[in-house]
């Protein structure tokens, strides 16, 4: 195929037309038919090309019609007189522009994220209907059940201690009787708290208890949770920082470890937070009852042992240790009753053995 | 009568060739790359637009180049746009799910099913921006038909595909590319898709039992991958045809083996090189700090865990620089080397048709992770 200099499309049809160029007081483009189209100099604008071809536009002819030259003096002919040829091409500045909104966007959303969504979060939470949250409870509370087993433990002494225990609690927090509580049999030392006000305790929990105000301790916290409605704040927060920080990342290779960690950054320094809350709401009650919040720091302590070490900007709980520190600070000889009598602190370790049998 | 004409001559099939400096698609991608993590990822619209430009400008076809005529700037609304649609579909999302699981846990499982159907929407949707936005000599590509109705097949073959067990799935992809090539056109030149999925099948079906094997047996998996990658590629543009231009492809199937292996081999070096770097880096802290330091005074090291950062940083920037290069430019290079064109005189005078589509697709696939062709 021999070599044509100058080729033209009209942007109408594909048809290959080699062209004489006439460089007059505008571009005059001969196709060989007839009348020669004519472009404004100033109009002309390079479009991508393999190297070796200059091929320019018209921005008032065609959106797609072009003008092809691979010889290298008519291209340079054409260059010269055409001065905003390069108009559309990113210049240094452009990029620069790219790089600077970039950056702003990343500023303010890291701002939302640490300034923005926690305050969101503190005043949607209270504005969250009670009952779209106790629909989230449920279903929460169905789901943990798939996973550890409806094992509900059903001693009914056990059942009586609990039920006594949990009331005691709720009414120096502040609590409505809505609040349900149950143990479940599973050997994870655990409690959590539930939206929708679904207070729930691990048996293996109960096992490395030693006294009632070290469980007495833990269900405070959990309440506090739920006056606090921590489950909603952090649902919002979640949700909210989630999304902001997949939006600042996109798809770069290797993107989802980095949103996965500063995703775990914020929200475990968001839910030490809570946590500390919930203790200080926890203190607050033990002291209330005349009893001494030391115990379950102990409890804790007993559960998790030392703790320090890791990266304490990972946890998403205050360490162990701090928090059993304290917990003995506000440490005072008991002034209250006792929570339960030892005859209903037997039963309540006991809450599980026959229940789990029927 | 004297015949003096010679018979009707059928021209040779015409290569495909491709012009770009390798060095030139080196120094886009590494350049980009920076960017995007100087900008957070928000460079993403320009370097994606900038590598089709240059994929696209320098494929020649008949001696004349396409050009891809997208700009970053589109991609960037169409993202926007995207937002837009998608944050309210989470929200609602979520907000079924509730109800669903309330009723059974763990039912609103299907829902996400609904995500699938919407990724496929924006695949097609994605495919038509390229295409509207791909030019040859003067005329452009361009795509009607519904992003709906090819959802709603790419779905339907998706079940079908996994109640045969996978099998069915050439069949699956021939389908839905008839579907795609039916409804694209050059100028007024209307594309079609001959692949049959029993060709595809043929070729592939062994692979299938073998598949189990290759995951515990690491070599073996990119091995297979690479030969299905090669024999879907020649498959695919055996069967692609615009009015009465045909293509050809004599891709080997072993032909990609080397570009997969180069881009393990590449990530491999570079992770040891982070991880020579960082145990140095630790290395040095524990020499500075003393021997009375404990290991857990290492992992707290705030000045450790920001080198550790900074490097997996540049450790990304490495791997997505080797990816575009071995998997998107000397693939594509290498596809076009193995690819013939027939009858392209029937593209000589083509009318243009068809309008712009917009970025919507690109920006909904890039919010839901998906892509495609």
Redesign the interface.
């Known amino acids: 195929?021999a070599i044509d200099p100058v080729?033209y499309?009209?942007?109408?049809?594909?048809?290959?037309r080699a062209a004489a160029l006439v460089f007059a007081d505008m571009l005059e483009i001969d196709a060989g038919d007839g009348a020669a189209t004519r472009w404004a100099y100033a109009d002309i604008r390079r479009?991508?090309?393999?190297?070796?071809?200059l091929?320019v536009s018209c921005l008032t002819a065609?959106p797609?019609?072009?003008l092809?030259i691979r010889d290298a003096a008519v291209a340079a002919e054409l260059t010269s007189r055409c001065l905003g040829i390069d108009e559309n091409y990113?210049s240094r500045r452009g990029?620069a522009t790219?790089?600077g909104?970039?950056?702003a966007?990343?500023v303010s959303i890291i701002g939302v994220v640490f300034f923005g969504v926690p305050l969101a979060a503190d005043r949607l939470a209270p504005l969250v209907p009670e009952s779209?949250e106790r629909?989230?409870g449920?279903?929460a509370e169905?789901?943990v059940k798939?996973l550890f087993g409806d094992k509900v433990c059903s001693n009914p002494a056990g059942q009586q201690a609990f039920a006594k225990l949990v009331n005691a609690l709720r009414e120096p927090a502040g609590l409505d009787p809505s609040v349900q509580s149950a143990v479940l049999s599973t050997p994870i030392p655990n409690a959590f708290a539930l939206p929708g006000g679904k207070v729930f305790l691990f048996d293996g929990l109960l096992a490395k208890a030693q006294n009632p105000d070290e469980i007495a301790g833990v269900l405070a916290h959990e309440l506090g949770h739920l006056k606090h409605r921590d489950n909603m704040r952090g649902l919002i927060y979640n949700?909210g920082t989630s999304?902001l920080i997949g939006?600042?990342?996109?798809?770069?290779?290797?993107?989802s470890?980095?949103i996965f960690?500063s995703r775990t950054l914020v929200t475990a320094s968001h839910s030490r937070e809570a946590e500390a809350n919930a203790d200080s709401f926890a203190i607050n009650v033990m002291q209330r009852l005349g009893r001494s919040p030391k115990p379950m720091g102990e409890l804790l302590f007993r559960v998790t042992g030392k703790e320090?070490?890791?990266?304490?900007i990972l946890s998403g709980h205050p360490l162990t240790e701090d928090r059993l520190a304290r917990m003995s600070r506000e440490d005072q000889p008991a002034k209250g009753p006792p929570l339960l009598t030892p005859e209903e602190w037997q039963a309540l370790k006991l809450i599980c053995v026959t229940g789990s049998k029927v | 009568m004297n015949v003096t004409t010679s018979v009707p001559s059928h021209p040779p099939p015409l290569p495909v060739s491709f012009?770009?400096?390798r060095n030139e698609f080196f120094r886009l991608v590494a350049r980009g790359a920076g960017?995007?993590?100087?900008?957070?990822?928000?460079?993403?619209f320009?370097l994606v637009t900038d590598v089709r430009?240059h994929l696209?400008?320098?494929t020649?076809i008949d001696?004349?180049?396409a050009?891809?005529?997208g700009r970053a700037k589109e991609l960037l609304i169409g993202f926007l746009i995207a937002?837009a649609i998608l944050?309210p579909i989470?929200l609602a999302y979520?907000l079924i799910g509730?109800?669903a699981?309330?009723l059974?846990?763990?039912a609103s499982f299907p829902l996400i099913a609904a995500f699938y159907v919407f990724g496929q929407f924006a695949i097609y949707r994605a495919r038509r921006y390229r295409l509207t936005r791909t030019?040859?000599?003067?005329?452009?590509f361009w795509m009607d038909g519904s992003g709906w109705a090819y959802a709603a097949r790419a779905t339907l073959w998706g079940l079908f595909a996994i109640v045969t067990l996978g099998t069915a799935l050439p069949w699956r992809q021939a389908a839905l590319e008839r579907y795609k090539m039916q409804h694209s056109w050059?100028?007024d030149l209307q594309g079609s898709f001959e692949g049959r999925g029993w060709e595809f099948f043929k070729r592939v079906w062994w692979l299938w039992p073998l598949t189990p094997i290759a995951i515990i047996l690491f070599p073996l998996a990119p091995f297979l991958y690479a030969y299905y990658k090669a024999v879907e590629w020649r498959w695919w543009i055996s069967g692609i045809r615009f009015g009465g231009v045909r293509l050809q492809s004599t891709l080997r199937s072993d032909a990609l083996f080397d570009l997969y292996w180069k881009v393990i081999g590449w990530s491999m070096l570079l992770s040891t090189a982070f991880g020579i770097f960082i145990a140095v880096f630790a290395g040095a802290i524990h020499a500075i700090s003393g021997p009375s330091a404990?290991p857990?005074a290492l992992?707290?090291s705030i000045p450790l865990?920001i080198v550790t950062?900074i490097g997996?940083?540049a450790?990304?920037?490495g791997?997505?620089v080797v990816?575009r290069l071995y998997l998107s430019r000397d693939l594509w290079v290498r596809v076009l080397a193995s690819t013939d064109v027939h009858g392209i005189e029937a593209?000589?005078?083509?009318?243009?048709r068809g309008d712009l589509a917009s970025a919507l697709g690109e920006g909904i696939a890039?919010g839901l992770?998906v892509a495609g062709f």
Do not use: H
């Open positions: 195929m080729i499309f009209d942007g109408m049809s594909s048809r290959r479009a991508d090309s393999p190297s070796g071809t091929r065609p797609l019609a072009r092809e990113p990029v790219i790089v909104w970039s950056v966007a990343a779209f629909r989230l449920d279903v169905r789901q798939l949700g999304f939006l600042l990342f996109g798809d770069i290779t290797g993107s470890a980095l960690a320090g070490g890791g990266l304490s | 012009t770009g400096n960017l995007e993590l100087v900008t957070v990822g928000f460079y993403r320009w430009r696209w400008s320098n020649l001696g004349d180049a050009e891809y005529t937002l944050v989470y979520f509730v109800e699981e309330r059974k846990s763990f030019v040859w000599r003067g005329v452009r050059y100028g404990t857990n992992a707290t865990a950062v997996y940083l450790l990304a920037l791997f997505s990816s593209a000589a005078n083509v009318s243009a890039d992770d």
